[in-house]
């Protein structure tokens, strides 16, 4: 596992995977990380950068490299550098994995919870459909960021 540079096979994963790249080209605040082997790029997560907050975002795994725990080792691998990068949680958008991510700790909020910076990306504001499930995951010392999640409501 190791950070990469944005290039044509993360480009190409994400399609396969028919997840958005319009805005991933110009976006210098998304550092990618993945796992290559000599077939190619296995997976691929990113973290968009937002001040004291980071959107994950681009995560994807090849058809070939499904099911065999990877998916887990990205988030926890990006998770860990946000960490040590000072974020203070991790938001994300999706349309098919959320109980993937809510195994892994994140909780469904409003997407009027997002805070600024996280609702002014291009991800959050138009790429990802409104239907998109938003979640959050505090970091490090943070975890009672948001107290008023769905799950904490129920």
């Known amino acids: 596992m190791e950070q990469v540079a944005y290039s044509q096979d993360i480009d190409a994963l994400l399609v396969a995977c028919d997840l958005p790249i319009d805005d991933l080209r110009d976006n210098n605040n998304v550092c990618f990380f993945g796992l290559r082997h ?3 790029l296995m997976g691929v997560i990113g973290i968009e950068v937002c001040g004291d907050f980071g959107l994950l ?21 990006s998770e860990e550098w946000a960490t040590r990068s000072n974020i203070k949680a991790l938001y994300l958008l999706t349309t098919t994995a959320d ?19 996280i609702a002014e990306t ?25 107290r008023t999640s769905r799950r904490a409501r129920r």
């Open 38 to 40: 000599e077939s190619g």
């Open 57 to 77: 975002r681009s995560f994807a795994i090849s058809a070939a490299n499904r099911g065999n725990g990877l998916g887990q080792k990205l988030v926890a691998f």
């Open 99 to 117: 109980t993937f991510f809510e195994r892994l700790g994140y909780e469904e909020l409003s997407r009027s919870e997002a805070p600024r910076n």
């Open 122 to 146: 291009s991800q959050f504001a138009g790429l990802c459909p409104d239907s998109s499930t938003f979640m959050c995951k505090a970091l490090g010392s943070n975890h009672a960021l948001h």
